[in-house]
């Protein structure tokens, strides 16, 4: 059992390392509701897993070409923030960062996590093929754990008193850098 978690925690944070800089940067940012980033993030997640599950249930594999077409995401979204930023045109209409609604934006939160995630179905897949459901069973709650930990981590990282002047001088940039670094990686892996 002691292992089991060992490796479940082992292979959340390898799978998982990429989403700790998208939410540093979510936080960073401030625009995105803090409920809509943690609902955003379990939403793709559970996603991710349930996809795992379910293909490795039906014997269905997503051939890794598919996977990459996800990083399209994070880079229109990217571009979309970068060109909201060279306009500056949030600022002139003033929109708060609760305006939006936080439907679509937990579903944003929720798009971008499974857009950086895809990849870790190549991970879940023969796991949850090979192992009995008990198995899956503690590997998926350790997940849903860390997913709150790794949270709290990046919101505690990007509202640090030695990280806060950094964060706030460069937090709306660092958004859609990440996310277009992201959309790149996942488009072309290396190989």
Known sequence: MI?????SLVLFVATHVDDLFLLLSLYAER???KVAILLGQYLGVIALLAAGLLCSRIAVAIPASYLRWLGLIPIVLGLQKLVALFRHSEDRAGISPAQPLRHSQTL???ALTIASGG???GVYLPLFANWPWHNCAI???VFLIMTAAW???AHWLAHHRSLRAPVAKWGAWLFPVVLL?????ILFPAR
């Open 3 to 7: 292992t089991l978690v060992s490796l």
């Open 31 to 33: 625009r995105t509701a």
């Open 108 to 110: 944003s939160v929720a």
């Open 139 to 141: 590997l998926i709650l």
């Open 119 to 121: 990849d870790n179905l």
């Open 181 to 185: 670094i992201l959309g790149l990686r």
């Open 151 to 153: 949270c709290f981590f």
